[in-house]
């Protein structure tokens, strides 16, 4: 079955420290991947996309993502974090065919330490 | 700019009450879904829409049901509310076959007493 996994639910990094983010996923062809970011009592906002080509993908607020079809992953890194960046993030996958289903991980919060 | 807009943003049932929640999109996008959120669940596909006057179920479809009659609009309904569909539900479009991009709404947080 199509899915998409995160393996850390909290994460914790200092305010200047990198970040990597990790995501699976399990699509029997290349699927499209995504990250969304969600801060507190928000809706969710789109960071990247990845659908071909280049693997590594560059998004909004200075975050990345790297596409790895050898381990399945996709994920998602800053060098520097800043403290704004604390918030929930998803990473989620739609197949390459247009069935329809939007998959999403369960989500990774990150708390930035000052 | 509305993009995805959810009605209502709050609402408070009572167990056995009923209920739906609208989603409306203006982007003319063909997809819309229906997810629900809960801590450490992520967003969960309840039931989603590839075009107008259809719909599928998602990953967790049971207790709602949903209607597409119009492009811009996606319905959620609750026939009889239960405590554990206490929840926020979101609501998204999405450009297929183009990006593939989804557009969120703001959520509804719903709580089932």
């Known amino acids: 079955a199509q899915s998409v996994t995160q393996p850390d639910i909290h994460i914790t990094v200092s305010e200047g420290a990198s970040l990597e983010l990790r995501c699976n996923y399990s699509?029997?062809?290349?699927?499209?991947l995504f990250w969304y970011v969600q801060s507190p009592g928000q809706g969710l906002q789109l960071l990247l996309k990845?659908?071909?080509?280049?693997?590594l993908v560059q998004g909004i607020k200075g975050f990345e993502a790297e596409f790895k079809r050898s381990q399945s992953s996709f994920n998602l890194r800053k060098p520097s974090v800043h403290w704004s960046d604390a918030a929930e993030y998803f990473c989620a996958g739609h197949g390459s065919s247009n069935t329809g289903k939007l998959i999403f991980g369960q989500g990774t919060t990150l708390q930035v330490k000052p | 700019n509305a993009g995805v807009t959810q009605t209502p943003k709050f609402r408070v049932l009572k167990t056995g009450q009923s209920m739906t929640l609208l989603c409306a999109q203006d982007m003319n996008h063909e997809y819309m879904y229906w997810y629900r959120q809960d801590p450490g669940m992520g967003l969960r596909l309840i039931h989603y829409s590839v075009g107008e006057g259809t719909t599928a179920k998602g990953e967790v479809p049971d207790g709602y049901n949903v209607s597409r009659l119009k492009k811009q609009n996606f319905l959620l309904g609750l026939e009889s509310a239960a405590p554990s569909q206490t929840s926020v539900y979101f609501c998204a479009s999405s450009n297929i076959p183009g990006t593939k991009e989804a557009f969120f709404g703001q959520g509804t947080r719903l709580t089932v007493v």
């Open positions: 990845y659908f071909s080509g280049d693997t």
């Open positions: 699509y029997g062809a290349t699927p499209y």
